[in-house]
């Protein structure tokens, strides 16, 4: 099967820092990646499209000079929330499309976000 | 735009019994996929079922079964003879254009499955 980690599952950080997520996948490639955010006990949102060697899309309402997003390799996407505050606290969830197969997604196992 | 609604917030039954989770989709596509996927407490999404949308055909999994009707515009999911195991979120999700893969999900329906 196909298997997308997440690095770190949790991690609490001081307001104002930054934190960096890593998306990866283990035994394929994928030229596409997707970043969602969940909020307790609600869905999850799509935050932007990570494509690799091209900047990131994000979808409206989500700051790109926040969440930075970089796709530099076919097996790696990182998002990194900049300046984080408590309303950043969230479960962040990344997937990755299998190249040449578009229709498979695969889902990371999420990063826990609190903001202290 | 591209909606899922699933109206059930939660649902709690009784193990043994069978439980139908619906959702109703919005989209102006001729082409698209419909998913549904179960989170455990644990977090992680597992993939239950794709489905696109050319193909009605009613699917039959173990305990699982997915009613899809395009007149209705609904993808239900049915589980029979539930199991306390079975207790999680379901989200049903729409992916709007083939290639694309951005997927839009519904609210989820946390169910409880009681001994």
């Known amino acids: 099967g196909a298997v997308v980690s997440q690095h770190p599952s949790r991690v609490i950080c001081k307001s104002g820092t930054s934190v960096k997520i890593e998306c990866r996948s283990l035994d394929f490639q994928a030229t596409t990646m997707f970043w969602y955010r969940q909020f307790p006990k609600q869905s999850l949102m799509l935050m932007a499209t990570s494509n690799e060697g091209s900047k990131a899309t994000y979808e409206q309402g989500v700051e790109k000079d926040k969440f930075l997003i970089n796709h530099a390799s076919l097996t790696l996407s990182t998002l990194t929330v900049t300046s984080a505050h408590p309303e950043d606290s969230s479960f962040y969830i990344c997937s990755a499309v299998k190249q040449g197969a578009s229709y498979e997604q695969y889902f990371g196992p999420g990063t826990r976000l609190t903001v202290t | 735009a591209q909606k899922v609604t699933q109206a059930q917030t939660e649902i709690s039954v009784v193990e043994k019994e069978d439980v139908t989770l619906d959702c109703v989709y919005e989209t102006r596509d001729t082409t698209y996929y419909l998913f549904w996927y179960k989170q455990p407490p644990s977090g992680e999404l597992v993939f239950l079922i794709r489905?696109?949308?050319?193909?009605?055909q009613n699917e039959i999994s173990g305990r699982y079964s997915w009613n899809f009707q395009k007149s209705t515009s609904s993808f239900n999911f049915t589980i029979t003879a539930s199991q306390v195991v079975d207790s999680a979120v379901y989200f049903c999700?729409?992916?709007?254009?083939?290639?694309?893969?951005?997927?839009?999900f519904g609210q989820g329906t946390r169910l409880t499955i009681n001994p």
């Open positions: 999700a729409l992916s709007h254009r083939q290639g694309a893969q951005k997927l839009v």
């Open positions: 489905r696109n949308s050319f193909d009605e």
